[in-house]
């Protein structure tokens, strides 16, 4: 098993929008094969809301395994405002 990290960038939209970014893990030093867990951990969960109406940010992740390219998207509600999350991909291999 190895592990490794590196620290991106991901942005949210606002007014419903989803936004989808795309992560190159294929610098991270691991066979892209082998990967078989990768998460993203944001440093500024918090989430910013520009109205009193509520609602959340979503964040969803999907794999590719033949491309090595983690998606994350973020979708948001009418009131979460536009905003850029930092944090660590943490990528496992068997």
Do not use: H
């Not at 094969?33 to 009193?52: D, H, M, Q, R, W």
């Amino acid at each position: 098993m190895k592990i490794a990290t590196k620290t991106v960038s991901v942005t949210t939209g606002n007014s419903g929008s989803t936004y989808q970014n795309e992560i190159d893990l294929n610098d991270m030093g691991l066979d892209i094969n082998k990967i078989v867990a990768c998460y993203f951990e944001p440093s500024n969960a918090g989430i910013g809301l520009t109205g009193t109406g509520g609602g959340q940010c979503t964040l969803a992740k999907n794999y590719n395994t033949a491309t090595g390219k983690l998606i994350i998207s973020i979708g948001s509600t009418t009131y979460c405002r536009a905003m850029t999350w930092t944090g660590t991909v943490i990528a496992v291999t068997a």
